[in-house]
């Protein structure tokens, strides 16, 4: 069993729609939970970075942390086609400039008009 | 201020070749990263640097050394190439606050 598990998709929706991207996680030890998103041939971008429990709101963008149950979500509110991307949920035990990233597979998401 | 820098951005390499990887960042992170990314796997973590003269191995390390040249620079090296790495590179490096923050990729393909 992978250590982080997300669903590769591939996710098709409408412009306007709310889109829900979750990862699920099996080593209590995370604390720090990020989403980057990644446009094709592309270097993987921070989008959202959130510490322990609780959710994070940027724009249109929501994280979401359950420690409880180990899960964890991004919403995208008036997805828009500049959305399409593959989004990476990422891990880490770490709280200091070393630690070590784990990813999820990442979830393809298109955007259509 | 460029963030993490990488060359080549793509190789061809013949089985058995060999080719250093390069990346730079200018944070003044402490610690730098190597991922291959391949379709389904997500990001797998080869090597990393946690500072200036250390370097420990990842997830997957065979076939690959890295070397940490100083603070900036990051090296990854493939001795003797075969085609199950064939894969897209990432560098990443990460500093106070723990934000990681990766380069824009090598296309490696091994024939």
């Known amino acids: 069993q992978k250590e982080v598990e997300q669903d590769p998709g591939p996710l098709s929706v409408p412009e306007g729609a709310i889109v829900s991207l979750n990862c699920t996680y099996s080593?209590?030890?995370?604390?720090?939970f990020m989403w980057y998103r990644q446009y094709s041939r592309k270097g993987p971008e921070l989008l959202m970075y959130t510490y322990s429990s609780g959710n994070k709101e940027d724009g249109r963008f929501t994280a979401q942390v359950d420690k409880s149950s180990k899960y964890i979500s991004l919403f995208i509110r008036d997805s828009q086609p500049s959305d399409s991307a593959t989004y990476l949920c990422a891990m880490s035990a770490g709280g200091t400039s070393y630690g070590k990233l784990t990813f999820g597979q990442g979830t393809i998401l298109t955007v259509h008009p | 201020n460029a963030g993490v820098t990488q060359t080549p951005k793509f190789q061809v390499l013949k089985t058995g070749q060999s080719m250093t990887l390069q990346c730079a960042q200018d944070?003044?992170?402490?610690?730098m990263y190597w991922y291959r990314q391949d379709p389904g796997m997500g990001l797998r973590l080869i090597y990393y640097s946690a500072s200036e003269g250390t370097t420990d191995k990842g997830e997957v390390p065979n076939g690959y050394n890295v070397s940490r040249l100083n603070k900036r620079e990051f090296s990854l090296r493939l001795e003797s190439a075969a085609p199950s790495q064939t894969s897209v590179y990432f560098c990443?490096?990460?500093?106070?606050?723990?934000?990681?923050?990766f380069g824009p990729g090598t296309r490696l393909t091994v024939t």
């Open positions: 944070m003044n992170h402490n610690s």
């Open positions: 990443a490096s990460s500093g106070p606050g723990g934000l990681w923050y």
């Open positions: 080593n209590s030890a995370f604390q720090y």
